[in-house]
């Protein structure tokens, strides 16, 4: 359910790099400063937090400085803690990431840096509803663990911290491309600087709370749109509905908020309802608004289409960004069928794209598709269903031979779902021969990140099995369920249930 965070029980940390020593072997980023302070100002007048409840750390000396204010924050948060980093980041051993402070050295980042995953640790032990990381930085993709960028399915690309319900990273590019280093706008960087701009963008036609997935879906195009690096998001359930941001009414006819003061932890709270909602029994709260409001939702797209220059590759990236994240929020609240046509028309639009520059948007394409082959599968249209996954798949081989690093996950997970599909439609021993790939697929990926894919390969094996038993081949379907259990038991060992 879309929601604001709570301003007296939510605690930020941001922390910027901007200066090194001259012996650091890093250059300095004088944009950072311009980060911290442009994005605690919106956190303060647009998403409603405290400003005593955010704390900024410009150039931390070493890493106590650094990890200081994530505990402290860690210990006070109810709601959400956030933390943002913005500097230079480095590849560590083992597919981590050093996040660097001003004294930190290019040449022995392994013990001048701060490993992202203390900052995961701390996130991890921290008693918060919900956890959002934000990261401004080379290599910041390497937070997902190596290769977990390629995938599309938010459920799936976080390691020990998204395993959590309600947690949200987010990451100015993935392990492999170079950061977007060059100003964006307000002096900032570029990935900050859209990010600002999107939270900045919220129009009387939008959504009444601007979640995270709908930010994303909106920084993405934007920043394709600049041809900066594509930035890389994932979370779990609740953590795509947090929102940073709030619709605000039209210019025409503007609210009297019966407080003013932007820091004050009751400004937002004493903010009347946007023209045209009610407050009567079973309208206030969060269940009449969106998310479960088809018709403002339906606006805010409308919207979009009304504007949209279909001549413009970015403008029109932009709506199918935003009517995918919309038929994301109609599933997610149960209207399937509306989520079914939005999926089909975001599909279209991918393919309108597609047809103009298939380098940049066959990925979108491809994950549009899958979208689209699980909302017919959900409204029992298995034929339609199956003919769909099996495009998705052969799209995502062809970006397989284009960077097999970024799309075999997507490559994998896009076949376990075919062999699904093809089992339904009683296609039996196609089922097996693609669940058996699937498997080899996820075996290869966990080799290359064991942390990342393992509980992927469990899942995978498990489908085998019951398509081997199928298949009247019990000896090998015994043995596959057995190491299904013994990789759960190995989950269960390495990943206790956290509340």
């Known amino acids: 359910m879309a ?7 939510s605690r930020v940390v941001l922390i910027g790099s901007a200066s090194y020593t001259t012996e650091s072997g890093f250059e300095p980023l004088p944009p950072v400063r311009q980060n ?85 640790k701390m996130l991890l032990e921290s008693g918060a509803r919900a956890k959002m990381v934000i990261l401004d930085c080379c290599h910041s993709g390497n937070a997902f663990g190596a290769g977990a960028m390629g995938t599309t399915d ?31 706008t307000n002096e900032c960087t570029a990935f900050t600087g859209a990010l600002i701009d999107v939270l900045h963008a919220v129009e009387p036609d939008d959504p009444e709370y601007l979640t995270m997935d709908l930010i994303y879906a909106r920084l993405r195009a934007e920043l394709i749109s600049r041809n900066h690096p594509v930035p890389q998001a994932s979370g779990r359930n609740s953590g795509a509905a947090l929102a940073l941001a709030r619709r605000r009414p039209p210019a025409v006819e503007p609210p009297s908020p019966k407080t003013t003061t932007s820091g004050d932890d009751s400004a937002r709270e004493e903010l009347p309802a946007p023209r045209g909602e009610s407050q009567g029994p079973g309208q206030g709260g969060e269940s009449g608004r969106l998310g479960n409001d088809p018709t403002t939702a339906t606006e805010a797209v409308e919207g979009r289409r009304r504007v949209v220059d279909q001549s413009s590759d970015a403008n029109l990236s932009r709506l199918a960004a935003s009517i995918s994240a919309f038929a994301n929020q109609l599933s997610r609240t149960g209207r399937q069928e509306e989520a079914l046509a ?3 028309e975001a599909t279209d639009r991918y393919r309108q794209l597609v047809e103009r520059d298939p380098n940049t948007f066959l990925p979108d394409l491809a994950a549009s598709i899958s979208t689209l082959a699980n909302q017919l599968s959900q409204a029992r249209r298995q034929a339609e269903a199956l003919a769909t996954a099996t495009e998705a798949t052969d799209l995502y081989r062809q970006l397989v031979e284009r960077d097999p690093n970024t799309f075999l996950p997507d490559l994998a997970a896009s076949i376990s779902t075919l062999a699904n599909q093809l089992s339904q439609a009683r296609r039996q021993a196609e089922a097996l021969a693609t669940a058996t790939e699937a498997t080899d697929l996820y075996r290869q990926l966990v080799e290359r990140d064991p942390n990342t894919f393992l509980p992927d390969l469990a899942a995978s094996i498990s489908t ?21 259990v013994d990789l759960f038991r190995q989950l269960e060992t390495r990943y206790p249930p956290v509340e």
């Open 342 to 344: 939005a999926a089909t």
């Open 3 to 9: 929601r604001l965070p709570d301003s007296k029980g």
């Open 36 to 120: 911290l302070a442009e994005l605690a100002k919106l956190l303060r007048t647009q998403t409603g937090i405290a400003e005593r409840n955010i704390c900024v750390v410009e150039d931390p000396a070493d890493y106590k400085a650094f990890l200081t204010a994530l505990k402290q924050a860690g210990e006070q948060a109810q709601d959400l803690l956030l933390f943002y980093f913005a500097g230079h980041g480095v590849a560590l051993h083992g597919n981590d990431l050093g996040l660097t402070y001003v004294n930190s050295d290019a040449e022995h980042p392994e013990w001048s840096t701060v490993n992202f995953q203390l900052v995961r």
């Open 154 to 184: 938010p459920g799936k690309a976080l390691e020990d911290l998204a395993r959590i319900n309600g947690s949200y990273v987010l990451t100015a590019t993935d392990a492999r491309k170079p950061w977007a280093e060059s100003r964006g």
């Open 464 to 484: 085998l099995a019951n398509q081997l038993s199928q298949a009247g081949r019990q000896d090998e379907a015994l043995a596959a369920a057995t190491e299904t």
